[in-house]
């Protein structure tokens, strides 16, 4: 009988420590799930521009309390999931011109920082409503011309 006592004590031991092992490691790991979830889908980085020269693709801006200059077409990272870039437009010319700085979250646009109020900002989107669905409709031979918007 005694030895049936010692085994069921070892293992009880053993048993207790894994259990105990095992609630750490779940509480440490809820911890850091908590903080990712946190900087990746509330937390949003703080970018103050300090000046901006469209022409030549140079910004200096302050981001999260630390000076930086922004140059060019990359797309810089700034934390985690966030990146910051110049966002441009095409010209009916064929000609890109810088025109407003874009703050981006798993590299698509998330905000608009700042924007020109040049021309070359009315044809953001390209989307105009007046006549989007007759030529929506209108491409194919099929369809007939249609004033499918018109109020």
């Known amino acids: 009988m005694e030895g049936q006592n010692i085994v069921k004590s070892t293992f009880s ?14 509480a440490a790991l809820a911890v850091v799930n908590i903080y990712s979830f946190y ?15 469209y ?4 910004a200096k801006l302050t981001i999260n309390g630390k000076p930086f200059i922004l140059r060019g077409d990359s797309l ?13 437009t095409y010209l009916p010319s ?3 011109v810088y025109d407003r ?4 979250k798993r590299g698509m646009v998330h905000e608009v920082l700042r924007q020109t109020p040049s021309e070359s900002s009315l044809a953001f989107t390209g989307f105009n409503e ?21 109020r």
Not at 15 to 25: G, H, R, V
Not at 55 to 58: A, F, I, L, M, T
Not at 101 to 104: F, L, N, P, V, Y
Request: no cysteine; hydrophobic share 40%.
């Open 39 to 53: 900087r990746n889908n509330i937390w949003h980085p703080k970018v103050v521009v300090n000046s901006i020269d």
């Open 130 to 150: 007046e006549n989007y669905w007759n030529d929506a409709f209108n491409q194919y031979n099929s369809y007939t011309p249609t004033d499918s918007v018109k």
């Open 13 to 26: 031991k053993t048993s207790s420590f894994f259990l105990k092992l095992a609630a750490i490691s779940t």
């Open 76 to 88: 810089f990272l700034i934390d985690f999931d966030w990146g910051i870039k110049f966002g441009f």
């Open 101 to 104: 700085i874009e703050i981006t």
């Open 55 to 58: 022409e030549n693709g140079v």
């Open 94 to 96: 064929g000609i890109r």
